[in-house]
């Protein structure tokens, strides 16, 4: 069974960093795409930043753009978010997820997620 599980999560204040960690178990995730989610009380789920298998090509909303970096160690099953420049939006639940297509079928994977709440 795959199971992902977020840390790192906390309260920062406005322009501080964090960085999110998903510790995939179950599975290599050397053949899923792995996606950062987030959620905000009353919003939908956004998705935030995505990284490829090989070549690992990443895609960011334009909401964290150049704030964000998605990073994955394949050695490690573990996929990173380093959050930097944060905003009181940016407060979520944020979640990680894992999918592959395999003879058709899409796998689909979710974590727990980990709560960021940027505030002074």
């Known amino acids: 069974q795959v199971q992902l599980v977020e840390s790192g999560g906390g309260l920062v204040q406005p322009g501080g960093s964090l960085r999110l960690s998903c510790a995939v178990s179950g599975s290599s995730i050397s053949s899923y795409g792995m996606n950062w989610y987030r959620q905000a009380p009353g919003k939908e789920r956004e998705l935030v930043a995505t990284i490829t298998t090989i070549p690992f090509t990443t895609n960011y909303a334009d909401s964290v753009k150049g704030r964000f970096t998605i990073s994955r160690d394949n050695a490690k099953n573990t996929v990173y978010l380093q959050m930097n420049s944060l905003k009181p939006e940016d407060t979520a639940v944020y979640l990680c997820?894992?999918?592959?297509?395999?003879?058709?079928?899409?796998?689909?994977?979710w974590g727990q997620g980990t709560q960021v709440t940027v505030s002074s």
């Open positions: 997820n894992a999918v592959r297509w395999y003879l058709a079928r899409k796998y689909d994977y």
